[in-house]
Structures are given as C-alpha cells and as structure tokens.
Nanobody, 123 residues
C-alpha cells in the first residue's frame, strides 16, 4: 500500500522560509512523478511544483519560480519543497502527490496523496 507522509509547514512571517517533506513508501517510484499542490482558503487546489523521480526533471508554477525548489532523496524515498521568500498569498494547505502522469500540472493522474500540511505566511 502506497503511503505519502508529509512533515514540515507551520507559521512564518513574510520573507521567511519553510521546508516541506514527503516520505513515500509501499512501492518503487522510479517511473513516477512527485508533485506538490496547494489549496488556498476558499480556492481550488493548484499545482506548485513537480519532479520526475527518474531523471530529476523539475517543473514549477509561475507564481513560485525562483522562490521554491523541489528536490528528491532517492535513498530516503523522500521529496522536499524548499520555500523561500514566502508571501502571504502562499498561505494554503500543501499536499504532496505521486503518480504516473502525462501532464505534471494536472490533478488527474496523481493516484496517491499525502495528508496535507498547513502553511501560513503572516504579513
């Protein structure tokens, strides 16, 4: 059974940094894409970043380019989202996801989801 367990998040002032982690277990993820999505209060879930487990290609939403970095640790089967220069509009519940996907920015195709973690950025 695939499990994605998230950690990190919390409350930070604008301009600060946080790192989210997503530990994956239950199968090989060598052919999968790992993604981070977020859902701001009262809004739809949206794409943040993704990484191909094999090869390491990365993808970012325009709103986070240059501020967020997605990375993976193969030995630990863990994906990270380093978030710098945080803004109040980054406030959301963040979810990691895994799946065999053709379109990394879309929700469909990601078969497995983490439990979500709150990130709050105060102004």
């Amino acid at each position: 059974q695939v499990q994605l367990v998230q950690s990190g998040g919390g409350l930070v002032q604008a301009g600060g940094s946080l790192r989210l982690s997503c530990a994956a277990s239950g199968r090989s993820f060598s052919g999968a894409t790992m993604g981070w999505f977020r859902q701001p209060p009262g809004k739809e879930r949206e794409f943040v970043a993704a990484i191909r487990w094999s090869g390491g290609s990365t993808y970012y939403a325009d709103s986070v380019k240059g501020r967020f970095t997605i990375s993976r640790d193969n030995a630990k089967n863990t994906v990270y989202l380093q978030m710098n220069s945080l803004k109040p509009e980054d406030t959301a519940i963040y979810y990691c996801a895994a799946g065999i996907v053709a379109r990394v920015t879309g929700l469909t195709g990601y078969a497995h989801w983490g439990q979500g973690t709150q990130v709050t950025v105060s102004s």
